[in-house]
């Protein structure tokens, strides 16, 4: 007999019965030549839309599409961290939906994605920092989601590795925490997810790459042109980050997205010896400690537009200085792995959701350096959209017409992201 | 890392440089016949393709001169350094093997 729930009970009967007792998390279909719904992109946004489309909605008939392997993109190259601490309302409610979402995620999912408040500091290096802080809190305040201005002396006591002294190359004046903000697991989050779709009737195909889409004389979108022949469905959804603006000229249509290099780095594993999340926004370096103890570095983008998953020499070279100069007793760490991911970057840095110029076909991309914190959202957004024809009321401010509305979201400038 | 040659200065390491996104966008006009639409195109919409970029660069640590440089942004191979008035060597797309 095959075991698909997971518990500690099921594992304990595992060590007895063997580990091939054990089912895989997901099949591995062929596709069909029709679906009801096809999502193009399996990573976690791709994947969420599908659990939720076919969870909340009841949509049966769904396939995602993934040029490679699942949560092998952005979803897989990032630096984990989960918080909502965005200064305009739409955003507060919409990374908040997100957090909240994760709260509940390992028991909905029946999958583990550790996902861990440990909570995030912002540092504040000078008086400007300090003072745009205050706004920023308070903004935050106002809009429901609880951070707070915490002093020197707490954030010596939280973050004991941090060059505190009056010498410090970038001296703490003070900064701010968000209690609720975290890590999870990545990679769980698109296996988790994939596992639930999959159990839910999804067919999740991998290495199958969209190369064109086909469409009706009135011009509605009626199916995709695939590296494994056409499939077919009246209902398509782009969920594909740093590739977006590719497929939407495939589609006919341009979107404002250009696409970086965003890198992360990872240490071989520590003692313990970061228990939060710190950002700097002098540097816009941040880091974190993993629960295998390897340090997750981020920072900032590559200095111009790139598809290259590798990431380049001189940004290393900033992003490790700072830690070096920020973190003196890690000077001489060494690194496991450097990679970088593909990121969709928008003029106001908020995301795209909802329709395109073309009928039939949805997006959710311009998460930027984002988009990992947003996944459940996202997923139920587009999930929603899809499945009523309207976009969910969260989703409403981020459509593409705000570019020439006018109506954007600028949270570029609003919350210091450092592009 | 990069090595740039500045039309003026000759090659240098990137770090000298910034660039300045997508070059040979037109501002449309005159003002009172653009569509919110087109205004839109010109001020958020940007090729950004996987291949060939046709791109502004600023030697910002040098001779604070802007020019025109095509590079690949799979490889990013430079194919050619170019003036800020000449137009974009196109002919290089269809050589470009990538």
Redesign the interface.
């Known amino acids: 007999m095959s075991i698909q729930h997971y518990s500690g009970w099921n594992v304990i009967r595992s060590g007895f019965g063997g580990p091939e007792r054990w089912r895989p998390a997901w099949r591995n279909p062929e596709p069909k030549s029709r679906y009801d719904v096809v999502i193009i992109g399996g990573g976690g946004h791709g994947l969420a839309t599908a659990y939720y489309l076919s969870r909340t909605y009841g949509i049966k008939n769904i396939a995602v599409l993934e040029k490679g392997w699942i949560g092998g993109g952005n979803t897989g190259r990032n630096t984990t961290v989960i918080r909502s601490n965005y200064y305009y309302r739409e955003s507060a409610d919409l990374y908040d939906f997100s957090i909240k979402l994760y709260e509940g995620l390992s028991k909905e999912l029946n999958y583990n994605v550790m996902f861990s408040q440990r909570g995030m500091i912002a540092l504040a290096h000078s008086k400007h920092d300090l003072d745009s802080m205050q706004r920023w809190v308070g903004a935050m305040g106002l809009n429901g989601v609880d951070t707070e201005i915490i002093g020197r002396e707490e954030i010596a006591r939280r973050v004991p590795i941090l060059d505190m002294s009056a010498h410090a190359r970038y001296p703490v004046l003070g900064g701010f925490m968000q209690k609720r903000a975290g890590t999870a697991r990545h990679d769980a989050v698109a296996w988790g997810y994939a596992r639930a779709a999959d159990s839910l009737g999804v067919d999740i195909i991998q290495q199958c790459e969209v190369t064109g889409f086909r469409r009706d004389a009135d011009g509605s979108i009626s199916g995709v042109e695939t590296s494994r022949g056409f499939i077919g469905s009246r209902k398509v959804a782009l969920a594909v980050a740093g590739h977006s603006t590719e497929l939407a000229n495939k589609a006919g249509f341009r979107l404002p997205v250009t696409s970086y290099a965003l890198q992360a780095f990872v240490t071989e594993p520590l003692k313990p010896v970061l228990d939060t999340v710190v950002l700097s926004l002098a540097t816009g370096v941040y880091l974190s400690q993993s629960d295998k103890g390897g340090l997750v570095i981020g920072g900032s983008l590559d200095l111009y537009p790139s598809y290259a998953q590798r990431g380049n020499i001189p940004t290393v070279r900033s992003v490790l200085g700072a830690v070096a100069e920020q973190y003196p007793s890690l000077g001489r760490v060494r690194f496991l792995r450097q990679w970088a991911g593909i990121v969709d970057i928008v003029t106001d840095s908020s995301p795209i959701l909802g329709a395109t110029p073309v009928p039939g076909l949805l997006i959710n991309c311009g998460w930027g350096t984002g988009g990992f914190k947003a996944i459940p959202a996202g997923g139920t957004l587009l999930a929603h959209h899809i499945a009523t024809g309207e976009p969910h009321p969260l989703a409403r401010p981020f459509s593409l017409e705000r570019f020439s509305t006018g109506a954007l979201i600028d949270e570029a400038a609003g919350s210091g992201i450092a592009h | 890392?990069?090595l740039i040659s500045c039309p003026w200065c000759g090659p240098r390491?990137?770090?000298e440089f910034?660039?300045g996104?997508e070059s040979h966008i037109q501002r449309p006009g005159p003002c009172e016949s653009v569509s919110?639409?087109r205004?839109?195109?010109y001020?958020?919409?940007?090729?950004?393709?996987?291949g060939l970029?046709y791109?502004r660069w600023l030697h910002a640590f040098g001779c604070r001169r802007w020019f025109n440089v095509a590079?690949h942004?799979?490889?990013?191979r430079i194919e050619a350094v170019y003036a800020m008035h000449e137009p974009a060597p196109i002919h290089l797309e269809q050589g470009n093997v990538l």
Do not use: Q, V
Not at chain 2, 43 to 48: A, D, H, M, S
Not at chain 2, 73 to 76: G, V
């Open positions: 890392m990069l390491e990137e770090l910034r660039c996104g919110d639409e205004w839109s195109d001020l958020f919409t940007r090729k950004n393709p996987k970029h791109e590079r942004t799979a490889t990013h």
